[in-house]
């Protein structure tokens, strides 16, 4: 077997790793059906905080669509669903300042930091329909705190999917260590499995971890070999 068959049939391997990986992972993401979310529950604590700050109780709001438990269901069925994010972001943010009243504009202005008097001025006009006749620094603070929410909100999803990503990819690996090894036993029969049962394991142990770059991978090998190939001319 010469040099140029031997890197085929190793980029070749690499990319079947990877996809197995790959698999593995779609699996794990799959369970995210299940009751309560799956896997996607290690990620969406940080989102959930997020909404409870920002939510301070307010009991005309408690048995309406806009109560906390309302707005955390909605935004747990957009995250299980895999709702865009800056959509998931956007939705967010329009039901929390729904809840931006007279009587919550102090807490809320707290938590942004921008002025609580103009903040307050800012829930009335809203709450009478007169969004309209904003002062300038009326529409200067509003302005600040759309975008002070917006930022609180981003970062709350951007550390939940860091975490869901993490724990789904950890989640991945004794799901293709597994997959492997059946696959080894399937393909090889009883007979031989004992003796590629390490290299099943080794496949499965590395496939997740390589799965995103498996055919950059693959394709450096076989570039590379090609370098050396024509060194040997």
Request: aromatic content about 6%; overall charge positive.
């Amino acid at each position: 077997m010469d040099a140029t068959t031997v890197v085929n049939n190793l980029g070749t391997e690499i990319v079947a790793i990877g996809a197995l990986g790959t698999a593995a992972f779609g699996l794990v993401d799959s369970f995210k059906v299940l009751r309560g979310g799956g896997i996607s529950r290690a990620g969406f604590k940080f989102v959930r905080a997020e909404i409870v700050k920002l939510t301070p109780p307010l009991e005309s709001l408690d048995k309406t669509e806009l109560s906390r438990d309302a707005i955390i269901y909605t935004l747990q069925s957009q995250w299980i669903n895999g709702v865009d994010k800056g959509n998931q972001i956007s939705i967010a943010k329009s039901l929390i300042k729904l809840r931006l009243l007279p009587e919550t504009a102090e807490a809320l202005a707290a938590l942004t930091g921008v002025n609580a008097a103009i903040l307050k001025e800012v829930a009335v006009k809203i709450q009478t329909g007169d969004s309209a006749g904003f002062t300038p620094q009326e529409s200067d603070v509003y302005g600040r705190f759309d975008l002070l929410l917006n930022t609180r909100l981003d970062q709350a999803y951007q550390r939940a999917d860091q975490r869901y990503r993490n724990s789904a990819k950890a989640a991945a690996v004794p799901v293709a260590l597994v997959l492997a090894i059946v696959g080894a036993l399937l393909v090889f029969g009883t007979s031989k499995f004992l003796q590629m049962l390490p290299f099943a394991v080794l496949a499965g142990l590395v496939s997740t971890p390589i799965a995103p770059v498996a055919k950059d991978i693959a394709s450096a090998i076989s570039i590379a070999a090609q370098v050396f190939q024509g060194g040997k001319k």
